[in-house]
């Protein structure tokens, strides 16, 4: 299937969102005129035009965008093409209310915002793909197509009657009976046990505790399901042009997405990111997100949208400072995106998100937000014939799975205070501290590559995953992990001794005695450092090393950091820069070394091929040491052993 190469053809994919409908024709050729001024060479279009397009049942109104898409054509502006599947119009809703999802009260999601549909829901997948197959008739020879973008953001649930028909349906093909599905949710607890499909409904509103299995498969069947509607349009627009490739953009760790598999569906993967300006490691986040997304992609990716200001969802939303929507969107490119693209083109003056930053803002082209998006535009396309044939490479794999994730939320854990989101962001922000460059795996993926795999938490693995674990080892790879892996199989089944036996033989743990979790303000002192969140009483083998020891308390004595060769276990959460030190020195040891040495605070190196980006998180002017002869590709200027950069400053060095 084509990629993003086959719509970047050496540039940087630069635009966003464009909503069109929104304002008067004349409007248009003012929105032109000022694309090609900010060398916008790209736009999503029809994200949101359903209603537009059908406004009656079966009626069409393709002219509107069979001028839009001749105009953008003539100015050379490429068009993303959007299904308009994620917000049905009203007439949809009253006509066919079986297509309004419901909520686990069984209260009706009614129309008047967006995302309000089943997606379980035949009647809703049947009008989707038939104004689907309408746009793809009508546009699959049109010049200005260059990919396909289907509907928005999936992320609908639905505990109504027809999800309850297909969780059922679901059901029965993973486990084929009830004596299956029965031992896997462990029903015999509380009298439970299932002796009609009939009976077997989504886990709605309960008395007390949900069945953590029911709730992980709802999970689970709730991404498949959405997955469905997704696939079933992009098979759609790709039976009428198979040249052009076609995507959806994610929302970043978002709960309800297994995007490991959904990934596998997409020519291209994209994703939405919105870091908060006020963040003091904003930067951090936007790292951790395109990393995942790199890795997702296997390869270069697309930002399909970020905020040129601020956003309008926060309790308090700050704009951008001066410089931050240029450092941010380098930042991504650095980490292997061949687009960067907003929401949206021109700042809505209606509607709910008439507050959400544009490209264009309400101070128009005079704006500040304008003026550096026009820079920018400029930049990228000078940089881009340098970048796209370039990709990163990393020899630490951070790994994360959805099912283990969706295992471990259940309402029943030992503290709600321990978050998987929370977990990996800090691990990624000590090694993002550490000036380590990283990839995301999954738990099956080949790790061989890697010089070290890092597991902040995998609550729930597999056999399979843990005997590649055992076997990374084995085969000379070096292994650090946090609490609370191996503990479940992959039916929330918690494994005997409360850690899988090949885990705790591998990480040197004879006897893990008891859990003992943290409450907020808590520490756990160790010779070393002080251990937050978590901490646990564990006995270690002969041979085993600890590498820190607990002090005080009931877990005086006993290992905190536990190594047998190359496996590490911690069974605490050192403070940050604690966390950052060891990190860092257990890389030293496997050989994986930071980008680049001796970085001033605030600033990030990063590698895209040979290339070397330089990005200043902060205000005030530093200098780099960089050895040798450069040239910055943003500039043409030469640089020799040192670079100044100043308040968000970027440079990409080639040598």
């Known amino acids: 299937m084509p990629g993003i190469d086959a719509v970047t053809r050496g540039r940087v994919l630069f635009g966003g969102d464009y909503n069109p409908e929104q304002w008067p024709e004349e409007v248009w050729q003012e929105d032109v005129r000022l694309m090609r001024e900010a060398c916008v060479n790209s736009v999503t279009v029809g994200v949101f035009s359903w209603a537009r397009l059908e406004p009656r049942p079966g009626e069409r109104e393709f002219g509107w965008l069979d001028r839009l898409m001749d105009l953008l054509h003539a100015a050379g502006i490429g068009v993303v093409l959007a299904t308009p599947t994620s917000s049905p119009p009203p007439w949809l809703g009253r006509l066919h209310p079986e297509t309004l999802p419901r909520d686990e009260d069984g209260r009706v999601e009614w129309w008047g915002g967006r995302q309000h549909f089943s997606h379980s829901s035949a009647a809703y997948r049947r009008y989707a793909a038939s104004i689907t197959e309408d746009l793809a008739a009508r546009y699959a020879g049109h010049p200005a197509l260059t990919m396909w973008h289907i509907n928005n953001e999936y992320c609908t649930y639905d505990w109504g009657d027809e999800a309850a028909a297909r969780f059922r349906d679901w059901l029965r093909a993973r486990y084929g009976s009830l004596d299956a599905l029965n031992s896997a949710w462990g029903t015999a607890f509380w009298s439970q046990g299932y002796g009609e499909w009939e009976e077997i409904l989504p886990p709605r509103h309960a008395h007390y505790m949900k069945n953590p299995g029911q709730v992980l498969d709802f999970k689970r069947f709730t991404s498949d399901m959405l997955l469905e509607c997704y696939t079933a349009e992009r098979d759609i627009v790709r039976r009428h042009t198979p040249h052009l490739p076609v995507t959806t953009n994610f929302m970043p760790l978002w709960a309800g997405q297994d995007a490991w598999r959904w990934a596998e569906e997409e020519d291209i993967v994209s994703v939405d990111l919105y870091p908060d300006p006020r963040d003091p ?46 450092l941010w969107s380098l930042q991504a490119v650095a980490r292997g995106a061949d687009a960067v693209c907003y929401f949206q083109w021109r700042q809505s003056r209606q509607g709910a998100e008439k507050f959400h930053s544009g490209m264009v803002g309400h101070a128009g082209e005079a704006g500040r937000t304008f003026q550096e998006v026009k820079q920018l535009g400029t930049e990228l396309a000078t940089l881009a014939p340098h970048v796209t044939d370039r990709h990163s490479i ?9 099912h283990s994730w969706w295992a471990g939320a259940h309402e029943g854990r030992l503290s709600t205070r321990v978050d998987l989101a929370d977990t990996l962001t800090t691990w990624h922000r000590a090694l993002w501290r550490a000036h380590l460059a990283t990839d995301f795996a999954h738990p099956d993926h080949d790790l061989s590559a890697y010089r070290l795999v890092v597991v902040p938490q995998l609550y729930a693995l597999t056999d399979a995953a843990i005997d590649r674990l055992v076997a990374y080892v084995r085969g000379g790879g070096t292994l650090v992990s946090g609490f609370l892996t191996g503990v479940a199989d992959q039916d929330d089944r918690i494994r005997a001794g409360g850690m899988d036996a090949r885990l705790r033989d591998l990480f040197g743990i004879r006897t893990l005695h008891e859990w003992w979790p943290l409450d907020e303000g808590e520490t756990a002192p160790t010779d070393t450092f002080d251990g937050t969140l978590w901490s646990e009483e564990i006995d270690p083998l002969p041979g085993a090393v600890a590498e820190a020891v607990y002090r005080g308390g009931e877990l005086d004595g006993l290992p905190a950091v536990l190594r047998t060769g190359r496996a590490w276990y911690l069974s605490t959460l050192p403070e940050p820069d604690a966390l950052r030190a060891l990190l860092a020195d257990i890389a030293e040891r496997a050989g994986a070394e930071p980008v680049l040495a001796g970085l001033p605070d605030g600033v990030e190196a990063v590698r895209r091929g040979d290339l070397l980006f330089l990005l200043h998180h902060g205000q005030d002017p530093v200098t780099v040491d960089v050895p040798g002869s450069h040239r910055d590709l943003l500039t043409g200027d030469v640089l020799t052993d040192r670079v100044t950069l100043g308040r968000y400053g970027v440079v990409v060095l080639a040598s």
């Open 394 to 402: 990393a020899d630490i794999a951070i790994l994360h799975d959805w």
């Open 281 to 326: 490691f904003g930067a951090q986040h936007g790292a951790l997100v395109q990393d995942m997304t790199r890795s997702q992609a296997r390869g270069p990716w697309m930002l399909m949208e970020q905020a040129a200001g601020p956003v309008n969802w926060r309790g308090v939303n700050h704009p951008k400072p001066r410089g931050l929507n240029r």
